[in-house]
C-alpha cells in the first residue's frame, strides 16, 4: 500500500503568499471598481534589462540554427555564467570561490528548499524568528521540525532565534548548548522579511559558533545587490572561516528581476565538510540527479548582469527599489509608525498600530486602503504586531500607498 509523506499533514493551513494572494483576489472580485495596490509579495514591477533582453534573443536565435542548438546543459551550470559570478561577486570582493564551488539553479526559494536533501533527518535546525518561511516549511516536510503547535505558531523540533525590537531585528548568537545547540543554522541578509542587516562582527560570532560546534550555516544572500552602506558585508566569505561552515544562497530575481525568468546559484566550498564528507560532492551528486540545469537563455540573460552595460542597467533597477523603499520608510515615520528596513533592503517592517494584530492590520490596509502587504505573523510567532511592505512596486503606486497611510 502506497503511504504519503504523512510530515505534510502536520503543515499548517497554506503558504504564506498563496494565502496573501487568495485574500487579495477574493476582495478584487467582490470589489472589482477598487484600485488595489500590492507591496506584498516581494515580486519584481520593472521590465528586464536591455542588456538581459537582448542575451535572450541571442539565445533564443542560437536555438533556433542547427549549428548553434543546444540540447541538455551542465546540471551545474555553463562556465560562462559560472567564471562571470567568481569573477564579479566574489574575486572582486577580495574573496576567492572556484567556478566549480558554484551551482546554478532556478531560484533560492528551490534551493533553500532543497538543500535539507544532503542533510540527515535527525539534524536539529535554527532559524531567525521572523522568517521566510521556506526554510521550515521544507523542514517540516523533511521531517525535521517536528509537531506544530497552533497556540505558539512553534515547531516544536526547531530552535526559533528571535528577532525582536531590543535586538532591532538582528538575533544574535543565543546560549544554544546541549538540546538546544543547533547542526544547521539559516541566516538571511539583508533579511527577508525585516530589511535588517548584519555587521562584520554579528556574522563573525555566527561563523565563530558554526565554527567551534560543527554546525553548518545555510546563509541567503538573495538581497544582497541591496547593501549600499560600505561596512556591511554582502557575502558570507567575507567573514574568515566561513569556506568551512557555510553555504550561500544567490539569485538573479530582486537584483536584475527574474522573478519570472528564473535563474539562481549555490555556493558550496570545497573545504567545507560535515564528518569528512564534502558537501560539495553530495550536492553536485543530488544536483545532477534530480536537476537538468537551468535553461541555456536563462543563464545567457544571467551572464549578462556581469557585463558593464548590464551591471549599469541592473543597478539602475535596484537603484529604483531602494528609492520606493527609502519613500515607504520614511513616510510611514512622519505618518507616526516605527519603521525597520528599507535601508540595504526592499523590505520595509513596520509596527501595526495599537493592539492590532498583523492580519488585523492586513485587513484594515486591505480594506480600508486598498492596500496588500503581508502579515509579520505570517514570518513567524516573532512576527506578530509586525508586517511587511516591499519597495517593488511601482514608483507611482508606492506614492499612492504611502499617501493614503498617511492620509488616515
Ligand atoms: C517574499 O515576498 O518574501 C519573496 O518574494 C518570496 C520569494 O522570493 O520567494
Redesign the pocket.
Given at each position: 500500500m502506497a503511504r504519503i509523506n504523512d510530515n505534510f499533514l502536520k503543515l499548517p493551513g497554506s503558504y504564506l503568499?498563496s494565502e496573501v494572494g487568495k485574500r487579495r483576489r477574493a476582495y478584487i472580485e467582490a470589489h472589482p471598481e477598487a484600485e488595489v495596490i500590492s507591496l506584498?509579495?516581494?515580486?519584481v514591477t520593472l521590465p528586464l534589462t536591455p542588456t538581459a533582453v537582448e542575451a535572450l534573443k541571442r539565445g533564443a536565435d542560437e536555438m533556433s540554427r542547427a549549428e548553434t542548438f543546444r540540447g541538455y546543459g551542465p546540471e551545474q551550470g555553463y562556465a560562462f555564467l559560472r567564471e562571470a559570478i567568481a569573477a564579479v561577486d566574489y574575486a572582486e570582493r577580495g574573496i576567492s570561490i572556484d567556478p566549480d564551488e558554484i551551482f546554478i539553479s532556478d531560484?533560492?526559494?528551490s534551493d533553500t528548499g532543497n538543500i535539507g536533501d544532503i542533510f540527515a533527518a535527525e539534524n536539529k535546525v535554527a532559524v531567525c524568528d521572523p522568517v521566510?518561511p521556506?526554510y521550515v516549511d521544507t523542514n517540516a516536510m523533511a521531517g525535521r521540525a517536528g509537531s506544530y503547535d497552533p497556540a505558539t505558531g512553534k515547531w516544536d523540533n526547531l530552535i526559533y532565534v528571535p528577532g525582536t525590537a531590543d535586538n532591532d531585528f538582528v538575533p544574535g548568537v543565543p546560549d544554544l548548548r546541549g538540546k538546544n545547540a543547533p547542526d544547521l543554522i539559516y541566516l538571511c541578509f539583508p533579511n527577508?522579511?525585516t530589511g535588517t542587516v548584519a555587521t562584520k562582527a554579528q556574522l563573525k560570532a555566527w561563523v565563530d559558533y558554526a565554527l567551534e560546534n560543527d554546525a553548518v550555516i545555510l546563509f541567503d544572500g538573495?538581497y544582497e545587490a541591496y547593501i549600499t552602506d560600505p561596512e556591511i558585508p554582502h557575502s558570507i566569505y567575507e567573514i574568515p572561516g566561513a569556506d568551512e561552515c557555510a553555504i550561500e544562497f544567490r539569485?538573479f530575481?530582486?537584483n536584475a528581476g527574474f522573478?519570472g525568468l528564473r535563474c539562481s546559484f549555490t555556493v558550496i566550498p570545497k573545504k567545507l565538510k560535515v564528518g569528512g564528507v564534502s558537501l560539495n560532492a553530495l550536492w553536485n551528486r543530488r544536483h545532477s540527479t534530480k536537476f537538468n540545469g537551468t535553461p541555456y537563455i536563462v543563464q545567457l540573460a544571467a551572464a549578462s548582469v556581469y557585463t558593464p552595460e548590464g551591471r549599469a542597467q541592473t543597478q539602475a533597477l535596484v537603484d529604483h527599489y531602494l528609492v520606493n523603499a527609502g519613500i515607504i520608510r520614511s513616510g510611514l515615520a512622519e505618518a507616526g509608525y516605527k519603521v525597520w528596513g528599507g535601508v540595504n533592503s526592499p523590505?520595509v517592517w513596520l509596527k501595526t498600530p495599537g493592539n492590532m494584530s498583523s492580519w488585523e492590520f492586513f485587513d484594515y490596509l486591505l480594506n480600508e486602503l486598498n492596500i496588500v502587504g503581508?502579515p509579520g505573523s505570517g514570518f513567524g510567532p516573532a512576527g506578530a504586531g509586525y508586517f511587511?511592505l516591499?519597495g517593488f512596486g511601482s514608483r507611482e503606486n508606492t506614492i499612492k500607498a504611502v499617501e493614503r497611510i498617511k492620509g488616515r
Open positions: 503568499f506584498g509579495i516581494g515580486d531560484g533560492s526559494k521566510y521556506v527577508n522579511p538573495a539569485s530575481s530582486k522573478t523590505y503581508t511587511r516591499t
